[in-house]
């Protein structure tokens, strides 16, 4: 048994620690950065959870948004809700998931005419 010691020992420190717990702070404003790929229109829109926002042909309900605490590097996470007036078949709904500033590639807003990308959330 004293032979598996040593090698037990050496398994348990190669293990990955669980990761620290990451606390995320509910906010109520998030800025939210609006690209109009065809005319090179950007705007920072200002959106409150729970309230429409419009952008060209897209309408955009900020669900939730999240914040990093003060003491830790920044970030933001938000749920978005996008449709588009001029999407047809019945369902103009586009995008629903989250987004997130640190990691914009992680869940990408597609659309052939415009681009989202949340900044932060306040």
Not at 31 to 59: C, H, M, S, W, Y
Request: net charge neutral; hydrophobic share 50%; charged share 20%.
């Amino acid at each position: 048994m004293a032979v598996w010691r040593p090698a037990l020992l050496a398994l348990l420190l190669a293990a990955p620690l669980p990761a620290a717990a990451q606390e995320w702070v509910p906010r109520r404003v998030g800025e939210i950065q609006a690209l109009d790929k065809v005319n090179a229109r950007v705007a920072t829109l200002r959106a409150t959870v729970g309230e429409p926002t419009r952008f060209g042909t897209l309408t955009i309900t900020l669900r939730a948004c999240h914040a990093r605490p003060p003491d830790e590097v920044p970030d933001a996470a938000a749920f978005l809700d996008v449709t588009d007036e001029q999407r047809g078949g019945g369902n103009p709904q586009v995008f629903r998931g989250w987004l997130f500033a640190d990691a914009p590639a992680v869940n990408m807003f597609e659309h052939p005419v415009y681009d989202l990308r949340i900044l932060s959330c306040r």
